[in-house]
Nanobody
Framework: QVQLVESGGGLVQAGGSLRLSCAAS????????MGWFRQAPGKEREFVAT????????YYADSVKGRFTISRDNAKNTVYLQMNSLKPSDTAVYSC?????????????????WGQGTQVTVSS
């Protein structure tokens, strides 16, 4: 059974940076596309970023483009989300997700595995 465990969340001031990590175990991580999603209180879960299995393709939500960077290290079974120039509107629980195919996607219903999430709070 594939398990995804996020880390790196916390409290940061607006304009600051955080790096989230998502460690995978129990599956063929290097064959999976990965994504990051977030959910703020009272709101629907929304797409943040996605990366294909070989790091040749990445895609971002317009709200984070130019500020966030998704990357992965298949040797470490880990995907990262570098978040810069954080805004209070970025406050949410961030979850990583994996899908059993190599191609990335912005659609959460296409993902097979989910982590528990890590809280990111950006103060103004």
């Amino acid at each position: 059974q594939v398990q995804l465990v996020e880390s790196g969340g916390g409290l940061v001031q607006a304009g600051g940076s955080l790096r989230l990590s998502c460690a995978a175990s129990g599956g063929a991580f290097s064959n999976y596309a990965m994504g990051w999603f977030r959910q703020a209180p009272g709101k629907e879960r929304e797409f943040v970023a996605t990366i294909d299995w070989a790091s040749t393709s990445t895609y971002y939500a317009d709200s984070v483009k130019g500020r966030f960077t998704i990357s992965r290290d298949n040797a470490k079974n880990t995907v990262y989300l570098q978040m810069n120039s954080l805004k209070p509107s970025d406050t949410a629980v961030y979850s990583c997700a994996g899908r059993r195919v190599p191609t990335s996607s912005e659609y959460d219903f296409l993902y097979n595995y989910w982590g528990q999430g890590t809280q990111v709070t950006v103060s103004s």
